[in-house]
T-cell receptor, first 110, second 114 residues
C-alpha cells in the first residue's frame, strides 16, 4: 500500500512560473520529506517538515503541511529548466518503514 | 567525498543465477535501505537496517536477502532472480531512522533478468 500519493502525476510549465505539487497520505506521520530525482538518477533530499510544523522554506522551495487533511504541498517559485525532474514525497508510515509516493514529473519549458 | 556507492551500475542476468548488488557508504550512517523503482509505482522499500546485525523487511521483501555485518556495507542478494525483479535499484543511508533524517542515495543499479 502507498502511504503518500502525489498530485498531479505530471506537470508542464514555462520557465519563470511557479510549480505546485501536492502529496496526500493515509496514516499519522512524524515527518514528511520531499525528494527530487533527475531522470534515472538517485534521489536528492530537498526538505523535511515535522508534524508540528505548518510551513518550511528553503531557497525557492516552500513546503506546507496540513496534518488535519493529511496533505502537503511543495511550491517551487520562479522555476528554471534545471528544475525539470520527478518530485516525491516520503513519510515514515509505521514502525521503521519508510514510504515514497509515485511522484510528480515536472517539466519546465524554456 | 561523502557518498553512497553501488556496484554494479548495470547488470543483465538470467533467471535463477544468484547475484549480489553491493552498497557502501562512507558517512558512518546507522540506517541503510534498499529500494526498487518501477514505472508508475515510485520507490518501494525492500529491506532496511537500523544498525549492524539489525535488518527488517520493507514493503516488497519477497525474493531478496540482505545482510549488515559491517556498518558501511549493506549488500542486496537475489538468490534466484526472476524476470519480475527487473528494475532500478537504489541503496540509501541516513544518520539514523530515515523518517527523521535526510537519506543519501546511491546512483542506482539497473537490473535486467531474462
Amino acid at each position: 500500500s502507498q502511504q503518500g500519493e502525489e498530485d498531479p502525476q505530471a506537470l508542464s510549465i514555462q520557465e519563470g512560473e511557479n510549480a505546485t505539487m501536492n502529496c496526500s497520505y493515509k496514516t499519522s506521520i512524524n515527518n514528511l520529506q520531499w525528494y527530487r530525482q533527475n531522470s534515472g538518477r538517485g534521489l536528492v533530499h530537498l526538505i523535511l517538515i515535522r508534524s508540528n510544523e505548518r510551513e518550511k522554506h528553503s531557497g525557492r522551495l516552500r513546503v506546507t503541511l496540513d496534518t488535519s487533511k493529511k496533505s502537503s504541498s511543495l511550491l517551487i517559485t520562479a522555476s528554471r529548466a534545471a528544475d525539470t525532474a520527478s518530485y516525491f514525497c516520503a513519510t515514515d508510515a509505521w514502525g521503521q518503514n519508510f514510504v515514497f509516493g509515485p511522484g510528480t514529473r515536472l517539466s519546465v519549458l524554456p | 567525498e561523502a557518498q553512497v556507492t553501488q556496484n554494479p551500475r548495470y547488470l543483465i542476468t538470467v533467471t535463477g543465477k544468484k547475484l549480489t548488488v553491493t552498497c557502501s557508504q562512507n558517512m558512518n550512517h546507522e540506517y541503510m535501505s534498499w529500494y526498487r523503482q518501477d514505472p508508475g509505482l515510485g520507490l518501494r522499500q525492500i529491506y532496511y537496517s537500523m544498525n549492524v546485525e539489525v535488518t527488517d523487511k520493507g514493503d516488497v521483501p519477497e525474493g531478496y536477502k540482505v545482510s549488515r555485518k559491517e556498518k558501511r556495507n549493506f549488500p542486496l542478494i537475489l538468490e534466484s532472480p526472476s524476470p519480475n525483479q527487473t528494475s532500478l535499484y537504489f541503496c540509501a543511508s541516513s544518520l539514523s531512522f530515515a523518517g527523521n533524517n535526510e537519506q543519501f542515495f546511491g546512483p542506482g543499479t539497473r537490473l535486467t533478468v531474462l
